[in-house]
């Protein structure tokens, strides 16, 4: 299966440009606040499934509490925030490296461990994040959670009243993430990731060192999701243990590279295009306060997809087979 | 090839009193002998002797419970098998791991990586090797889809993109036509000559016969045996082994 | 150090530890039987639950005697499910059946909150608050009952497998599944039972904890992860170990909640986990296959 990029018409050529020339216009043309609204949510967790993607799918470690990390980036930027006035574009930079240092640790604990039992692991260290943050409630708040007051614009601290500039800061997020994911695609870290996915003793016996390249991916995605934690802060206010680490946010993020396309850089975007819209369907049509039937939803399609399609929707694209390498 | 660190008769690779035990089996008991630089050596032995788990206590599967891997005079113990490939030893197995998703050219490639971190040199160091082994016609056929003949050849192939100063293989004639086994001497005797030492794991003896310059013999873990190819055939311990025991392939 | 309290507290951890054992052999004989790990299980149990319940409120019926309801009831729809869903992933990489039970515990969980709401809902039986003395240790009569019933239901799936050829089948395919096949053994038909037994003793499990503790939808999550941990330090697939395990862990818990701090309970438990994954993953009773 030869890829070239010949194969490229006329028009798919220029489409993703043509693509993002409507996404930046959009917020001008349409500033309708739901539209924007959804558009930022899609853009949050297409960055934090982009994010997710990079350990989960080109390395294959299936992380069940990825939430604990975005809990990481977004409690001291609260925190900072509300008590120290620090700004979140720089109260981030705490969060991040807390994220980056438990990945650290985290991965050489578990990255010997088979399918399962790492995924097993992972969900225990998401609820184990999120009792400490229930427990010590004097510093966190508790299950009250961490409020951030708004007074007004204040672009200093990055709380606005309309909705445009959260939608660029979000689109710029998600630009970075597609950024690090594409340079992961493409380097030998990316090759040795995808070696280790397919069969990990075949990848030793080359020469890979297991750990080093799974904890480096870690690392990067735990620092990808601590900040989109911190965006988290200050585009809804309010954080608490179970909105910013329960198992259930866990799940979305990995639903939306799963669903999307494990592996691959675009997939995570297309988990977000669906899965967002569902959410707000389901929503509309069962109300928001039965906020299971999405999850319902969630559930049945990623059993479908794991059934029928588990690599991913993206694979039943037209030319969607060319967005997993295979060399 | 590399040529740091060799002791002075050229000896590559030495296994000094190595034993292994997995709880009360002895997989390879008190086991000495070496591997001289640019030689073809054959590891022989009915089913059992130990032959595989001696490869894998060199790539640091697995550390003996005494005696010394050495290779080119400093010790693989406590090594893993990522760094033991670096340090330029590379296996294939017997039972083939492709990288089943990726092309042939994917999977040589990512051999190639371990020397170079530039794509395009790897790119085309995997070129080159695709053909000499011969499997230029299928380079860019996923490797789920390949032969058994051509997974073995792809097992050579990732093996010789890490560039290694030796290589362990493991029963790479297995379910070959006598043609094919011909093809496989040949490319070995090149191999050779180009300075890749070489370890060999074989029951197909027509092949080991011929191509080995030295043989070990093992039965029950222990080394019974060990000469040129001449001497082995007409060893009488090797013989009784064989002759003694079921899950012998002559050819 | 208070006695009494002391072993008030070690006699409720192992009336505890009495029901994780017949939630964690439910699960552990699936992994043994189908290399299957059930995110699901938990939500087994809460199923179980919701069945007690609405067999309470509307039949008045007493969870001592609907359990003998519940058990058959599972067994078959955890053969279906088994059948239709989990079978399809047999043989893939692992990735797959961890995504396929996840999302089938998402799906349970939000049915029930679908059907049944969040509202925590409570099993008012006669000898809810009922105590029975025995020295200076208080056994809360509920608890006592589950204990004994948990551990009762727990020897006869040990005697179902050691003396009855069925069971003597499903270890088979547990521990030789090449072989079973050549003895005729049918390995589709023993991967339903198990299944269907495995999630039958969940929901068993769900039965007679209902008394006291609450049924709400996500009730499972709490079990499930306590349900890993002791099959973990069992050993997967080491039934024996698993109960043992489940006493121990019971019993960790309280001590836990008892000396150090109520919330921290569960953190307790993880920790054990945790470090039981990094030190010794084949479980302490070993026989598991971790790496």
Not at chain 1, 82 to 88: D, E, H, I, K, Q
Not at chain 1, 99 to 111: P, T
Not at chain 2, 120 to 146: D, F, P, T, W, Y
Not at chain 3, 56 to 85: E, T
């Given at each position: ?8 018409s ?5 489409a ?9 216009v ?12 959804t558009m ?110 708004f ?53 030793e016996?080359l ?39 329960g ?22 975007i ?58 | ?9 050229g ?19 008190n ?9 073809i ?7 059992g ?12 599967v697995?550390?003996p419970?005494?005696?010394?891997i ?9 090594l893993?098998?990522?760094q ?13 791991k ?19 971190a ?17 499997l ?9 889809n390949?032969t ?27 379910g ?36 080995s ?37 002559n050819? | ?6 072993l ?7 009336m ?5 054992a ?6 552990t ?17 809460m ?10 409120a ?28 989990i079978?399809?992933?047999i ?24 059907f049944?709401g969040?509202?925590?809902?409570s ?58 096949t ?5 390995p589709?038909?023993m ?7 495995g ?5 068993g499990?769900?039965s ?21 941990v ?10 024996p ?25 569960m ?25």
């Amino acid at each position: 299966m030869s890829t070239s990029p010949q194969e490229h018409s006329g028009w798919t050529r220029y489409a993703p440009w043509i693509l993002l020339a409507v996404i930046l216009v959009f917020p001008f043309i349409l500033p309708s606040r739901y539209l924007l609204r959804t558009m930022v949510n899609i853009f949050f967790f297409a960055a934090l499934g982009c994010a997710w993607n990079i350990i989960g799918g080109y390395a294959g470690q299936l992380s069940l509490g990825h939430a604990a990390f975005m809990a990481m980036g977004a409690y001291p930027t609260a925190l900072l925030l509300l008590g120290y006035n620090v700004p979140p574009w720089l109260g981030f930079i705490p969060g991040v490296v807390v994220a980056v240092v438990m990945a650290f640790l985290l991965g050489h604990m578990v990255f010997g461990l088979r399918g399962p039992y790492l995924a097993l692991s992972t969900l225990a260290f998401g609820e184990i994040v999120r009792i400490l943050l229930l427990h010590f409630r004097d510093q966190t708040g508790g299950s009250l959670g961490v409020t951030i007051p708004f007074k007004g614009t204040d672009a200093w601290k990055l709380q606005f009243a309309s909705e445009q500039p959260y939608y660029f800061i979000c689109l710029a997020l998600l630009g970075l993430c597609l950024y690090v994911t594409y340079k992961v695609h493409g380097s030998r870290m990316g090759y040795y990731l995808q070696a280790i996915k397919e069969n990990q003793d075949a990848a030793e016996n080359l020469g890979i060192d297991l750990a080093n390249n799974k904890v480096r991916a870690l690392m990067i995605s735990a620092a990808l999701t601590a900040l989109l934690g911190a965006f988290y802060v200050s585009y809804f206010y309010y954080i608490d243990p179970d909105s910013v680490c329960g198992v259930d946010l866990s799940i979305k993020i990995l639903l939306v590279a799963i669903i999307g396309g494990v592996g691959t850089v675009w997939g995570p975007i297309i988990g977000a295009c669906i899965l967002i819209p569902l959410t707000e369907i389901s929503n509309y049509l069962f109300g928001s306060g039965r906020a299971g039937a999405s999850l319902i939803i969630y559930a049945i399609i990623l059993m479908l997809v794991i059934l029928f399609s588990p690599r991913g929707l993206i694979a039943l694209l037209p030319g969607g087979e060319r967005s997993y390498r295979h060399e | 090839m590399t040529n740091q660190g060799e002791s002075a008769n050229g000896v590559l690779l030495e296994l000094r009193r190595v034993t292994k035990s997995f709880g009360g089996l002895t997989a390879v008991d008190n086991v000495s002998f070496s591997v001289r630089r640019g030689e073809i050596l054959g590891l022989i032995g009915p089913n059992g002797a130990g032959k595989s788990t001696i490869v894998s206590l060199v790539m640091g599967v697995y550390q003996p419970n005494s005696g010394d891997i050495l290779f080119q005079g400093k010790s693989l113990l406590k090594l893993k098998a990522n760094q033991v490939v670096e340090k330029g030893i590379c296996r294939t197995f017997q039972v083939e791991k492709p990288l089943l998703n990726m092309t042939v050219a994917g999977n040589v490639l990512i051999g190639a990586l371990l020397r170079t971190a530039d794509r395009k040199e790897a790119r085309e160091q995997s070129r080159v090797i695709i053909e000499r082994v011969g499997l230029g016609h299928v380079a860019h056929m996923l490797a789920k889809n390949l032969t058994v003949q051509d997974r073995k050849r792809l097992e050579l192939a990732r093996a010789l993109a890490t560039r290694p100063t030796m290589i362990l293989l493991d029963e790479v004639m297995a379910g070959l036509t006598p043609t094919e086994i011909d093809q496989s001497l040949r490319l070995l005797r090149k191999l050779r000559e180009e300075g890749v030492t070489i370890l060999i794991i074989e029951h197909v003896m027509r092949a080991i016969m011929n191509i080995s310059d030295r043989i070990v013999v093992l039965d029950y873990g222990k080394k019974i045996a060990e000469g040129g190819p001449g001497e082995i055939a007409h060893n009488p311990a090797v013989v009784e082994a064989y002759l003694g025991k079921k899950g012998v392939r002559n050819e | 150090m208070d006695v009494a309290i002391f072993l008030q507290t070690i006699v409720n951890g192992l009336m505890m530890g009495g029901v994780y054992a017949l939630i964690a052999v439910g699960l552990t004989l699936i992994f043994g039987v189908m290399n299957v790990v059930n995110f699901a299980h938990g939500e087994f149990v809460m199923l179980g639950m919701v069945l007690t319940y609405l067999l309470h409120a509307f039949l008045g019926m007493d969870p001592g005697v609907s359990i003998l309801l519940v058990i058959p009831v599972m067994l078959g729809v955890g053969a279906l499910v088994q059948k239709g869903l989990i079978s399809r992933v047999i043989g893939q990489p692992d990735e797959a059946q961890i995504l396929l039970t996840l999302g089938l515990s998402v799906l349970l969980i939000n049915l029930a909150l679908l059907f049944l709401g969040p509202d925590y809902r409570s099993v008012k039986t006669g000898y809810k608050f009922s105590v029975w003395a025995a020295g200076p240790v208080l056994f809360s009569v509920p608890r006592l009952l589950a204990f004994v019933v948990a551990m009762a239901f727990s020897g006869i799936l040990w005697l179902f497998l050691t003396r009855t050829d069925l069971g003597k089948g499903l270890r088979a395919v547990a521990e030789k599944p090449e072989v079973a096949t050549l003895m005729g053994i049918n390995p589709k038909k023993m991967h339903a039972l198990a299944f269907g037994i495995g999630i039958s003793l969940a929901a068993g499990a769900g039965s007679i904890l209902s008394p006291f503790f609450y049924t709400f939808p996500s009730v499972g999550g709490m079990f499930v992860l306590t349900a890993f941990v002791v099959v973990v330090l069992g050993g997967m697939g080491n039934i024996p170990g698993a109960i043992l395990g489940a006493l121990a862990i019971g019993v960790t818990e309280s001590l836990t909640s008892q000396y150090v701090a109520l919330d921290l309970a569960m953190l307790g438990v993880f920790i054990i986990f945790v470090l039981v994954l990094v030190f010794k993953p084949s479980g302490i009773l070993g026989k598991g296959k971790v790496y």
